[in-house]
């Protein structure tokens, strides 16, 4: 049994807990042995993807009594995670006997969780010198180590963890590599996106990046693997070009087992810019197959990329969709491709479907629209879509239940019982909906009124374009009541 040093912790150096006031150490010595073994067998099989806190419950346990402390030191699982949230000096000594003593021969579960810092800083509040000693010590046990997980890099940070990882994908690399290995940077300066060293970082470690090397204005924001094929990306273009896409495209086929993307745009874009007029080429459909994509997310990308992107990608039915802009007026795009196998298995399955209108201040002032669209009894949204006024004619062919939350914001006096809604725009969202049979609309107690008027204007309108219009209807004044008010009577 290694020698456990005065210096960790101090708590060790305390007397151990009076076994008269604590019951539990009263129990048979076999029977605290088979407690303990069952709180390592809890600990067997981590998730790789999320670090372990409990280090100190480990040292308050080892001031209980001779046979706790003993048992503990003896078995080296028990210290297999390193969680580093601070480096400082008089860290390094402990981490040393932790990793070279504590844990002998047992697989390490590493994660430094760096504070995220402001835009534009260079260095976190952990110096790099420090970084590096700890990586020192951490270096000849690099072979035991099955998960390596690593938040809020800087780019000096990045550097200096990057040269442990190089070539980490690469099937026919010698050099030591974890099962899981994850790096995220912090948001960098636009300058540092533009000399193209975040992402030249990146691919030394993430040798399928290599396409994306010219990309000088790439950055990742994260990159994770998984027994040497990359699982995980997110990338921040300055412009998502045509250039842009093919490289990106390229990196892509060689991600095979990629199971989030998450892609965004940086620049502040001319709206009346098409992206893909110059060298597109021919859009090939499904061309860039993730056989294993669980999450797609898109922000603030140009709606022709958008619709290049959903377009040439080929994921499962069961993945999850989000686009995103935060300030464009969608109104006008459509974005939403038609010829996507893909993309049209991932609208049929959704059978329920939420939507959130939030009208800003007075009409034109602002009107952002949120799509969340649900499968089948699912908790967690298939697809998520959210603009500034975007009406896009979306057909979601299966959805039966559609619940609208109309909210207003920052409304000036006088402008309490406006209009939400034009009728066009009803009409619109009740025609994505072919087999509607329930709505319900949650209303501004101010609005309900009105907005009653509105939809039976609309449904009752001898003109509708609505074929199928909902059987039922619940109007729900919010700020006022949760009952629903009296229905409409049931349409044909």
């Known amino acids: 049994m290694p020698k456990f040093p005065t210096n960790f912790p101090v708590a060790l150096q305390r007397a151990p807990y009076d076994t008269t006031a604590t019951p539990f150490l009263r129990l048979p010595q076999d029977v605290l042995r088979m407690f303990l073994q069952t ?76 504070r995220k810092q402001n835009l534009g800083e260079e260095e976190s509040h952990i110096p790099v010198h420090l970084l590096k000693k700890f990586l020192d010590i951490l270096s000849p046990h690099l072979h035991r180590v099955q998960s390596f997980l690593a938040v809020g890099l800087t780019a000096g940070q990045l550097a200096a963890v990057a040269p442990l990882f190089e070539g980490a994908d690469d099937v026919e690399a010698t050099s030591p590599c974890p099962e899981t290995l994850l790096l995220g940077s912090v948001e960098e300066s636009e300058s540092f996106m533009r000399n193209g060293e975040n992402i030249r970082i990146y691919s030394r470690v993430f040798s399928s990046l290599g396409a994306l090397i ?159 669209g649900y499968t089948k009894d699912a908790v967690e949204p298939s697809v998520n879509f959210r603009s500034i006024r975007d009406f896009t004619l979306i057909n979601f062919p299966n959805v039966t239940t559609l619940t609208i939350n109309l909210t207003v914001k920052n409304t ?21 909906f072919p087999k509607l049979s329930g709505l319900t609309i949650l209303i501004p107690a101010e609005n309900h009124v009105e907005i009653v008027k509105e939809i039976n204007g609309v449904l009752g309108d001898s003109e509708s374009v609505i074929p199928h219009p909902p059987s039922t209807i619940h109007f729900i004044p919010l700020n006022v009541s949760r009952e629903p008010s009296p229905m409409l009577e049931d349409s044909d």
């Open 39 to 114: 709180l390592v067998a809890v600990h067997v099989h981590p998730d790789p993807y999320v670090p372990w806190e409990g280090h100190n419950d480990l040292v308050n346990m080892m001031r209980t009594c001779k046979a706790m402390r003993t048992f503990m030191l003896e078995t080296p699982v028990l210290w297999r995670y390193i969680t580093v949230k601070n480096i400082t000096p008089e860290f390094i000594p402990r981490i040393q006997t932790q990793i070279s003593e504590l844990t002998r021969d047992a697989k390490l579960f590493v994660a430094l969780q760096f």
């Open 214 to 372: 010219e990309r000088v204005d790439t950055r990742c924001l994260l990159a994770a693997s998984y027994q040497r094929s990359l699982t995980q990306l997110s990338f921040t273009f300055l412009e998502l070009n045509a250039d842009a896409l093919g490289k990106l495209y390229e990196a892509l086929r060689e991600c095979p087992n990629l199971e989030q993307l998450r892609l965004q745009e940086y620049d502040q874009w001319d709206q009346e810019i098409n992206p893909l007029a110059d060298n597109r080429g021919d859009l090939s459909i499904g061309s860039v197959e993730l056989p294993r994509l669980s999450q797609l997310t898109l922000i603030d990308i140009r709606p022709l990329s958008v619709t290049h992107i959903l377009a040439t990608i080929a994921y499962p039915e069961t993945a999850t969709l989000n686009v995103w802009w935060d300030d464009f007026d969608l109104d006008g795009y459509h974005w939403m491709p038609t010829t996507s196998p893909s993309l049209q298995k991932r609208l049929n399955n959704v059978s329920r479907m939420e939507l959130d209108i939030v009208r800003i201040g007075a009409i034109g002032d602002g009107l952002m629209v949120e799509w969340t």
């Open 412 to 432: 000036r006096a006088g402008n309490l019982n406006m209009q939400i809604l034009e009728e066009e725009d009803w009409e619109t969202v009740l025609e994505s």
